[in-house]
């Protein structure tokens, strides 16, 4: 037999490796996942924009294209509260959630694997719906201000990350969904500082992405229609395995 130079004890050390190797593959490869879906069904740019097109005409039809009222009343109010909701749309959401994610891995491991299911189910689902409506967003569309390319911050607001995003994920806005769900992660801590923050969370990112035109009012809506359909998944799933094993265990006590 080769010796591969492994100590006797590095099996151990592998096997207890092994979960945290696991849980970023996952995050690694949802990462991928999104990047290859981008170049899947959709190819044509003026796509997006006709539906861009219909999703305006049914907001006003429906009496809720309010982001191109709140940008203006903001532009026309403050420039600081402008550069503000541009902070708040990227650094309220990433920095955020992989903080919270990697806090509740280490202290919470049953909650962290909760959560992180009902992220990977909206994930699934709003991957589907990218493939099949590509959407401009606001900022794209005339009489509308790319807020973050006017008042910086420079580094995001050169687009040179767009290679890593899609730029026409739009529909539904995972920055609400998301947000949506740590809002409702926060609300089920005890202290009263938490539920507040569970509260105030999801109000400010609804208002950054309308405000610096990266999302549609009915974005948001859709994110919160994948929010709840994505919880509500992953309850029913817990609840029938924890119904199956329970009644595997009650089979074993019987034949013994």
Do not use: C
Not at 227 to 251: E, G, K, N, P
Request: hydrophobic share 55%; charged share 15%; aromatic share 16%.
């Amino acid at each position: 037999m080769v010796n591969l130079g492994f100590k006797p004890s590095d099996g151990s050390v592998a096997r207890k490796a092994f979960p945290h190797v696991r849980e970023l593959v996952i995050v690694v490869g949802a990462y991928f996942a999104y990047m290859f879906t981008r170049t899947l069904i959709f190819s044509d740019v003026s796509v997006a924009f006709d539906n861009a097109e219909r999703v305006v005409a049914l907001e006003k039809n429906l009496g809720l294209h309010w982001g191109p009222v709140w940008q203006g009343w903001v532009l026309g109010t403050a420039t600081g509260l402008v550069v503000f909701f541009n902070w708040v749309y990227i650094f309220t959401f990433f920095p955020i959630v992989i903080t919270t994610a990697i806090i509740l891995y280490v202290v919470d491991r049953r909650r962290y694997k909760y959560f992180r299911n009902v992220v990977l189910v909206s994930f699934v689902v709003a991957l589907v719906i990218f493939m099949l409506f590509p959407l401009a967003p606001p900022r794209m569309l005339p009489g509308i201000n790319d807020t973050i390319d006017t008042f910086g911050p420079a580094f995001y607001a050169s687009r040179n990350l767009a290679t890593y995003y899609n730029a026409f994920a739009a529909m539904p806005s995972l920055h609400f969904a998301w947000t949506l769900i740590f809002g409702f992660m926060f609300l089920s801590f005890r202290p009263l500082p938490f539920k507040i923050f569970g509260l105030l969370y999801p109000t400010m990112t609804l208002l950054a992405i309308t405000i610096t035109g990266n999302h549609y009012i009915l974005d948001a809506v859709g994110g919160g229609i994948v929010m709840v359909s994505s919880l509500t998944l992953v309850f029913l799933f817990q609840q029938r395995l924890r119904h199956h094993r329970r009644d595997r265990r009650r089979m074993q006590t019987g034949a013994a």
